[in-house]
C-alpha cells in the first residue's frame, strides 16, 4: 500500500496504517530460559555435535558442529547463558571465497575474555580433498563479534617444548587475566583403522605438553613456569593465585604451583589418570581418562567423591560459578567417540 500526502493535523492519526502496511516486518520471539531448574540439567540439544565449553561470567561458549556439516567438520562458536535457555549467538567461518578455496575451516576450544568482549580460539585449516588432518591451527584472539578478524592477534602454532616434541594445536584456553590467555600447547594425533568391508574409521585426539601463557598485548608466547609436562590445569581459589596442575610423570596427582614458584607441590591424588581440570567453588573436580567418569578431591581434607555419571563419558568441563559446572557429554559409548551436548552439573 502507497500513504497519499496527509494534512499535518491527521497526519498521527494514520501515521501507524501506512507502517502496518510495510511487508515482512516481524518481531523475534524473546529469548527462552531453561526448560527445566533440575540440576544435572542438559544445556544444548544440538543433533550435531557440542564440544570444549568454558564459563566467563555467566555465558558459556563452545565449538558446535551443524548435522548438515559433519562431512566438512567446519565447526562453529556458540555461546549461551551457562543456566540454559536459547542461543545468545552463533558465528561460523566465512565461506569460500573463491572457487579454488579448496579448504576446510574449523573453529574449536574458545574462551570468552573476562569482560566478554572478545574471543580466543583455535582456528583449523584444512583441505577439503582429505580432512584426516589439519594442515596448521592459528592461535586468534578476537572481538567476540567479529571472530573471523584476526588483525588482533592470530599465529600459527609450532612451538618447541622442554620434552622436544613440538607442539601443533592449542587446547583448553582460559583467560588468566584480561591480557593473558593461558592454553596446553598440544600434539594432535590422527588414529586410523581399517575394518571388515574396506571401512577405514579414524579418530583424532590430542597429547598434551605443557601449559604456555600468551600476552596479547605484546604477542609473546612462552612456557608458564613450573607447568612443564602439564596435562591438564585449573586457576587455584583466588585467595591463592596460584594454579593447579596434572602432569605426564603423575598423571593422578593433584599439583599446586604457588605464584613465583617454579616448582609444583602435590596436595592429593584421584583414583586414575585426568584429562581435564577444574575448580568449582575450591574443590578439584576431574575428568578421569577413558571415560572413567568425575571425581571430586577436596584439596584441603582430602576426601575424594565419586561424581553420578551420565550415560556417556565425559570429556571437557569448565567451573560455572559457586558449586556448578558445565560438562561436555557424549551421547552413549560408541567406539572412537558418541557426539556431546553440553550439560549442567553440581558438585555435594
Known amino acids: 500500500m502507497r500513504c497519499r500526502p496527509i494534512p499535518a493535523p491527521l497526519l498521527l492519526v494514520v501515521l501507524a496504517a501506512c507502517e502496518h502496511s510495510t511487508p515482512f516486518s516481524t518481531v523475534g520471539p524473546a529469548p527462552l530460559g531453561p526448560y527445566s531448574q533440575a540440576v544435572p540439567r542438559r544445556l544444548t540439544f544440538n543433533q550435531g555435535d557440542d564440544r570444549t565449553p568454558t564459563v566467563t561470567g555467566g555465558t558459556v561458549v563452545f ?3 551443524e548435522p548438515a556439516d559433519t562431512g566438512t567438520r567446519e565447526r562453529c562458536l556458540a555461546w549461551l547463558p551457562a543456566e540454559g535457555g536459547t542461543l545468545a549467538g552463533e558465528a561460523c567461518p566465512p565461506p569460500q571465497q573463491t572457487p579454488a578455496d579448496t579448504f576446510v575451516d574449523t573453529w574449536i576450544e574458545p574462551a570468552l575474555s ?56 592449542g587446547i583448553e584456553l582460559s583467560w588468566a587475566d584480561a591480557n593473558t590467555v593461558w592454553f596446553l600447547a598440544a600434539t594432535e594425533n590422527i ?18 605438553l605443557a601449559l604456555m601463557q600468551l600476552d596479547v598485548r605484546t604477542g609473546v608466547i612462552s612456557l608458564v613456569p ?30 599446586h604451583l604457588a605464584p613465583g614458584a617454579n616448582t609444583a607441590a602435590a596436595i592429593g591424588s584421584f583414583s586414575g589418570g585426568v584429562e581435564d581440570l577444574a575448580n568449582v567453588n575450591g574443590v578439584a573436580v576431574a575428568v578421569l581418562g577413558g571415560g572413567a567418569g568425575l571425581e571430586a578431591l577436596d584439596p584441603v581434607s582430602g576426601n575424594l567423591t565419586v561424581l553420578p555419571g551420565l550415560g556417556g563419558p565425559v570429556n571437557r568441563i569448565s567451573a560455572a560459578g559457586g558449586k556448578r559446572f558445565v560438562a561436555e557429554v557424549e551421547r552413549g559409548v560408541v567406539l572412537f567417540g558418541a557426539p556431546a551436548n553440553l550439560w549442567l552439573l553440581e558438585v555435594p
Open 226 to 255: 613450573g607447568a612443564d609436562s602439564a596435562i591438564a590445569y585449573a586457576p587455584a581459589p583466588p585467595s591463592d593465585g596460584g594454579i593447579w596442575l596434572v602432569k605426564s610423570g603423575a598423571p593422578a596427582t593433584l599439583l
Open 63 to 65: 565449538s558446535r558442529l
Open 191 to 208: 588414529i586410523k583403522v581399517k575394518g571388515g568391508g574396506g571401512n577405514r574409521f579414524t579418530d583424532t585426539s590430542f597429547s598434551a
Open 114 to 169: 573476562p569482560a566478554g568482549d572478545r574471543v580466543a580460539y583455535i582456528w583449523q585449516e584444512g583441505s577439503l580433498v582429505s580432512v584426516l588432518s589439519f594442515r596448521r591451527a592459528l592461535l586468534v584472539v578476537a572481538p567476540l563479534g567479529r571472530p573471523a578478524d584476526t588483525a588482533v592477534f592470530a599465529r600459527e602454532i609450532a612451538l618447541p617444548t622442554t620434552s622436544g616434541r613440538i607442539a601443533n594445536v
